[in-house]
T-cell receptor, first 113, second 116 residues
Framework: AQSVTQLDSQVPVFEEAPVELRCNYS??????LFWYVQYPNQGLQLLLK??????LVKSINGFEAEFNKSQTSFHLRKPSVHISDTAEYFC???????????FGGGTRLMVKP | GAGVSQSPSNKVTEKGKDVELRCDPI?????LYWYRQSLGQGLEFLIY????????KSGLPSDRFSAERTGGSVSTLTIQRTQQEDSAVYLC??????????????FGPGTRLTVL
């Protein structure tokens, strides 16, 4: 069985500071990795995903995540956050042996002025 | 274009009643997914449709839960004899399903179910 762990349930950070949201997964087979974001009062939407190839993937709004197979991690980073990045971020894993997207518990990013 | 829509947006019901939740996927999306988002449980997979068939029903929490999809489009999630622990936001998502493992899933706004 696969599982996804997001170690931090809340991350408060000041505007323009860097941030890292941690995600670790457990799976014995190859995986596809996703970060979804849920802005206040909006539905979940895809932020970025890793399928194959380069282990560093980027979103259009400055976030990036790096797939680290040896550490089974897919941490999300942004060098300088904006107030508008305040949202809940979910890491998710789809493995080749399963039929479902397994989500982590979510991390609430709170950007303060 | 139109995204995934769900109705009702909010549903309050009494314990023991049946409820039906509806999902309209994005036109042309053949895969449809139901999830449940509740406090303390995060996002939980319930069921997945490829066309009108559901290859994986393993996520349904009990036999009080059922889902169907007709015409490869609209899906309904039915909860019979609702219990207070069924209170949650029920999310629907759809994808093109060219490869359902790697497709981006597009989520609806959810239905907030409250069982009194």
């Amino acid at each position: 069985a696969q599982s996804v762990t997001q170690l931090d349930s809340q991350v408060p950070v000041f505007e323009e500071a860097p941030v890292e949201l941690r995600c670790n997964y457990s799976s014995s087979v190859s995986v596809y990795l996703f970060w979804y974001v849920q802005y206040p009062n909006q539905g979940l939407q895809l932020l970025l995903k890793y399928l194959s190839g380069s282990t560093l993937v980027k979103s259009i709004n400055g976030f990036e995540a790096e797939f680290n197979k040896s550490q089974t991690s897919f941490h999300l980073r942004k060098p300088s956050v904006h107030i508008s990045d305040t949202a809940e971020y979910f890491c998710a894993v789809f493995n080749n042996a399963g039929n479902m997207l397994t989500f982590g518990g979510g991390t609430r990013l709170m950007v303060k002025p | 274009g139109a995204g995934v829509s769900q109705s009702p947006s909010n549903k309050v019901t009494e314990k023991g009643k049946d409820v039906e939740l509806r999902c309209d996927p994005i036109s042309g999306h053949t895969a449809l997914y139901w999830y449940r988002q509740s406090l303390g449980q995060g996002l939980e997979f319930l069921i997945y449709f490829q066309g009108n068939s559901a290859p994986d029903k393993s996520g349904l929490p009990s036999d009080r839960f059922s889902a169907e999809r007709t015409g490869g489009s609209v899906s309904t999630l039915t909860i019979q004899r609702t219990q207070q622990e069924d209170s949650a936001v029920y999310l629907c998502a759809s994808s093109l399903a060219t490869n359902y493992r790697t497709d981006t899933q597009y989520f609806g706004p959810g239905t907030r179910l409250t069982v009194l």
